[in-house]
């Protein structure tokens, strides 16, 4: 049995209280306690003489009994107070020992004083608190059921028997004292339960219409079922709980899983927290019949009480799985500096270029299964590209390509990089001379004998090759490809190299801020590099957003949102700041780097690592620079294309020279006009390395 917490109390007081009656009057005989003792017993005595006065004589031994420890105390503090010193034999002590057992004892029998206020050890439900003992159901005679079932019963003809049903056997919930399950059928045999509604159910048991449930009755060994019954819960009790401290699986189901919800249908599975990244990460699926998962990614991140635009919220969906990713602060706000370990190629030819959305490393390639990887750099001014430029350029180079990197525009970083290369130029005279190279290159490897004595398409993984891979950036590559004297020429040969260079370990890497045809950028050379590389765009105009996928041949429900225009959270405080009239802070961008990379057929959102131009990139490179072996010089050499390529036009380089009658001018740079238009009228007759050689050396004179 339980004890109230006034008992309680009052027993502890005794105790307490018992040390400070022997201890007070003999410490400090005028002490204040004393006073206070006496008074106490005045009180008692006075509430002796009430009781003696009631004219409830049933009740007045319990009110003397109760009012008896006052009287007691002050007994005892007059005693102690007379005696010498603690009294013979330690009588004061014995005296208030005695009175604080004497207050024990009293107290099984004074709490049954308070007959009116016992506290109740169990509350039962108040739409179910009826008499203990009801009386037959009229409508269905008594069959044995239990007390709880005749009850609900009761109630349930109060109702009116909604829907025409009987209680069959009604089942309360475990630490729910106000929650039960129904099972009903309908009270004409034979005929099914029609007009059953929530709201009958909710009125008969005084709860709202949310907490009712009406499900189905399969039919079971040894009992009936099918539309002449129906199973009902009613459960304010779980409602409200659910309501207030929800579990994860139930704020998941209410919140994100139910229809219409950011992901219908869907049903969690586990939820992780990784402290160390600070991501919490919630994994889901949905039934195979459901098919894939649908997202409504907006408003699934105001569930997660996040903006879609903060770049917190990553969703990543595997079959009919579905990985949500809720960042602390977006990690796409992160730097994550450049390192040799990360850009050295492994044995399948993968280094690290940045971090994905969810965490995970995003990786690139040197070469494929197919021969020498092409590249893709996509990105407006500011975006990052000579950053993902450098990280590609160290990465082949670690491998131990040759590289080779034009720009049609000089600028510091670039410079920079050429430092590191076998060569390097400003121009698009230079990036001619480049590609001229490289479709000389695709020839002289293809005669080039292997250890074995025999000729082999190039495989980094078969022994005895002659030569190494040889990597060619060209940086701004459609401001090249539209020059007036050199633009045609250069597209073609671009095209030409993206289709063979991959079998002879040519692989060529285009970088621009744009990749569409109506720029210059064919549909050929956009599709050999798309099917041999794994493009990288960085930072895209939200209006270009959807056309750079497209192109990119992405379909259309994955093509992705565009990012925002900064990943910092907005400064709180902006009310304030209109209120006194002060501007807005200024936005920090740090989008730099940030965009998306396509290695299958869904782009993914990435942040690439961060190489420190200021703090110097000799680091991240080999030792030593990659060059042509000797054979491959003297090859070229004898096709008079290896020489200095930042030279002007050399007589004959780009056509025969105009006769003397001729007065047309020389452009800027070298060349005619004239060249770039027999080049352009040879476009559709030069499709392999051999015949483009040759369409050179007719240009050369050679």
């Not at 409508?139 to 909604?162: I, S």
């Not at 579990?247 to 899983?257: L, N, P, V």
């Not at 993984?461 to 250069?490: K, Q, V, W």
Request: hydrophobic residues 40%; aromatic residues 6%; contains cysteine.
């Amino acid at each position: 049995m339980s004890v109230p917490c006034r008992v309680a109390l009052e027993r502890t007081l005794y105790t307490l209280a018992a040390p400070v009656l022997a201890a007070a009057p003999n410490l400090v005989p005028d002490s204040p306690v004393n006073t206070v003792v006496q008074l106490a017993g005045a009180a008692g005595l006075g509430g002796w003489y009430l009781a003696y006065k009631s004219s409830d004589d049933s009740d007045t031994g319990r009110k003397l009994l109760r009012w008896s420890p006052l009287v007691l105390a002050a007994a005892v503090d007059i005693a102690v107070r007379h005696t010498f010193g603690w009294g013979p034999y330690c009588l004061d002590a014995l005296l208030a020992a005695g009175w604080a057992a004497a207050g024990l004892l009293v107290m099984p029998y004074s709490r049954h004083t308070r007959r009116n206020h016992r506290p109740a050890l169990a509350a039962t439900a108040p739409a179910l608190q009826l008499q203990p003992a009801p009386e037959p159901s009229p409508a269905q005679p008594h069959d044995g059921a239990d007390p709880f079932t005749r009850q609900v019963r009761r109630l349930w003809e109060n109702g009116g028997m909604p829907g025409r049903t009987i209680v069959v056997k009604a089942t309360p919930h475990d630490g729910m004292p106000n929650d039960l399950s129904l099972l009903l059928r309908a009270s004409e045999a034979g005929r099914p339960i029609s007009g059953l509604t929530p709201e009958a159910v909710a009125a008969a048991f005084g709860v709202d219409v949310t907490d009712v449930t009406i499900k189905e009755v399969v039919r079971q060994y040894g009992r009936e079922g099918g539309p002449a019954w129906k199973e009902v819960d009613v459960t304010p009790d779980a409602n409200e709980r659910r309501r207030k401290a929800p579990t994860a699986h139930e704020w998941w189901a209410d919140r994100i899983g139910a229809a219409g919800s950011p992901v219908p249908g869907s049903q969690l599975v586990k939820e992780v927290r990784d402290r160390e990244r600070k991501v919490t990460h919630y994994i889901a699926h949905v039934p195979d019949e459901a098919g894939e998962p649908r997202v409504n990614k907006h408003a699934l991140a105001a569930a997660l009480k996040t903006k879609y635009d903060e770049g917190r919220l990553f969703v990543t969906i595997d079959g009919n799985q579905v990985l949500v990713s809720l960042w602390d602060s977006s990690p796409l706000a992160q730097v994550f500096p450049a390192t040799r370990e990360l850009i050295t190629p492994d044995k399948d030819g993968r280094w690290v270029t940045g971090y994905l959305g969810n965490g995970q490393p995003a990786r690139n390639r040197v070469y494929t299964d197919r021969g020498a990887a092409h590249g893709l750099f996509v990105a407006p001014s500011g975006g990052g590209k000579t950053q993902l430029m450098g990280l590609h350029i160290a990465a082949d180079a670690l491998f131990g390509a040759v590289v080779m990197l034009a720009t049609e525009a000089p600028d510091e970083k670039t410079a920079a990089l050429g430092k590191h290369t076998a060569r390097y130029g400003v121009g698009a005279l230079y990036m001619i001379r480049l590609l001229r190279v490289l479709v000389a290159l695709m020839e002289i490897r293809g005669e080039m004998p292997w250890e074995d004595g025999q000729v082999h398409e190039w495989d980094p993984d078969r022994p005895g090759c002659p030569y190494r891979m040889l990597s060619a950036y060209l940086d701004e590559f459609l401001s090249a490809a539209r020059n007036g004297d050199y633009g045609t020429e250069i597209m073609d040969l671009a095209e030409l190299v993206s289709v063979k260079g991959r079998k002879y370990a040519v692989g060529i890497k285009v970088a621009g801020q744009s990749i569409y045809v109506q720029d210059g950028f064919t549909q050929l050379l956009c599709e050999n590099l798309r099917e041999n590389c794994i493009p990288v765009v960085l930072k895209v105009a939200p209006k270009k957003v959807g056309d750079m996928f497209k192109a990119l041949g992405i379909p259309p429900e994955h093509i992705p949102d565009p990012l925002p225009r900064s990943f910092s959270p907005a400064e709180a405080g902006r009310i304030e700041r209109v209120m006194r009239g002060e501007p807005e802070p200024p936005t920090d961008s740090n989008t730099g780097g940030a965009g998306w990379i396509v290695e299958g057929t869904q782009p993914d959102v990435l942040r690439t690592l961060f190489m420190d131009f200021k703090a110097g990139i000799d680091g991240y490179f080999p030792d030593t620079v990659a060059t042509l072996t000797d054979h491959e010089i003297r090859e070229l050499e004898a096709r008079n294309l290896w020489f200095d390529w930042t030279e002007p036009p050399r007589p004959g380089e780009f056509g025969p020279e105009p006769d003397d009658e001729d007065h047309e001018v020389p452009t800027k740079g070298g060349g005619n006009r004239r060249g770039g238009g027999k080049s352009a009228a040879r476009r559709d007759a030069v499709t392999s390395p051999r015949q483009a050689l040759e369409a050179i050396k007719n240009l050369s004179g050679v």
